[in-house]
Nanobody, 122 residues
Framework: VQLQASGGGLVQAGDSLRLSCAAS????????IAWFRQAPGKEREFVGI????????YYTNSVKGRFTISRDNVANTVHLQMNSLKPEDTAVYYC????????????????WGQGTLVTVSS
C-alpha cells in the first residue's frame, strides 16, 4: 500500500485542522493506520492509531480529547481531525500502515506517507 499525507498548514493556537492520508491498493482495508509526528530536533512519536475496520482507536495522552482518527475504506482514506491545537503540536505528521501489529512503535510499520507540516503559532 502507498500512502500520501496532506492537509498541513499554518494555524493559530486553538484552531482546528484536518489531515488526510490517501492510500492506493486494494488491500487498504486490511491495514491498521497510525499517525506519527516529528518535531524539529526530536524523535518521531506516536500520535494515534485506527484499526483496519475502523472500530478501534487509541491515542497518546497528549492528544486525547483533541484529536480524532477516522477512516473510509471505500475511499481508501484516513483522516486526523485536530482540534484545540497547541504550539507543541507543531511537527511533520506522517501516516503509516501495518497489517501485522497494533503498535505505537515506528519499526512495526512497513509503509509510510511522505509527511505534511503542521505549524501552530501562539
Amino acid at each position: 500500500v502507498q500512502l500520501q499525507a496532506s492537509g498541513g498548514g499554518l494555524v493559530q493556537a486553538g484552531d482546528s485542522l484536518r489531515l488526510s492520508c490517501a492510500a492506493s491498493g486494494r488491500t487498504f482495508s486490511s491495514y491498521n493506520i497510525a499517525w506519527f509526528r516529528q518535531a524539529p530536533g526530536k524523535e518521531r512519536e506516536f500520535v494515534g492509531i485506527i484499526s483496519s475496520g475502523g472500530g478501534s482507536t487509541y491515542y497518546t495522552n497528549s492528544v486525547k480529547g483533541r484529536f480524532t482518527i477516522s477512516r473510509d475504506n471505500v475511499a481508501n482514506t484516513v483522516h486526523l481531525q485536530m482540534n484545540s491545537l497547541k504550539p507543541e503540536d507543531t511537527a511533520v505528521y506522517y501516516c503509516a500502515a501495518t497489517n501485522t501489529y497494533w503498535s505505537t512503535t515506528t519499526s512495526h510499520y512497513d509503509h509510510w506517507g511522505q509527511g505534511t507540516l503542521v505549524t501552530v503559532s501562539s
